[in-house]
């Protein structure tokens, strides 16, 4: 079983960064597909960014350039940086860890408000 804590959302101007983490209980492990995801009211949650243990990181259009995913197996913990932020940000942020074994099990974390706003 893991658990994912996700920190760092906030109240933040248009063009301000803000970093996330996401801490797991457990392992991250060489397999696990990591991800953040976000929400915003009214819509359906969408794929920001996504990483896996090796190779470089895939973004969304919407972020591509001003997002930055990275991940510390050593620490358990996986970042989103996310510079020049806009308010189509605003959301809930949400982290996800696939574990890409015979069961394929994901888990969430419960979420982070980010919202951009002047």
């Known amino acids: 079983q893991v658990q994912l804590v996700e920190s760092g959302g906030g109240l933040v101007q248009p063009g301000g960064s803000l970093r996330l983490s996401c801490a797991a209980s457990g392992s991250i492990l060489s397999i696990d597909l990591m991800g953040w995801y976000r929400q915003a009211p009214g819509k359906e949650r969408e794929l920001v960014a996504s990483i896996a243990s090796r190779g470089s990181p895939n973004y969304s259009d919407s972020v591509k350039g001003r997002f930055t995913m990275s991940r510390d197996n050593a620490k358990n913990t996986v970042y989103l940086q996310m510079n020049s932020l806009k308010s189509e940000d605003t959301a809930v942020y949400y982290c996800?860890?696939?574990?890409?074994?015979?069961?394929?099990?994901?888990?969430w974390g419960q979420g982070t408000q980010v919202t951009v706003s002047s």
């Open positions: 996800r860890l696939l574990r890409r074994d015979w069961a394929s099990r994901e888990y």
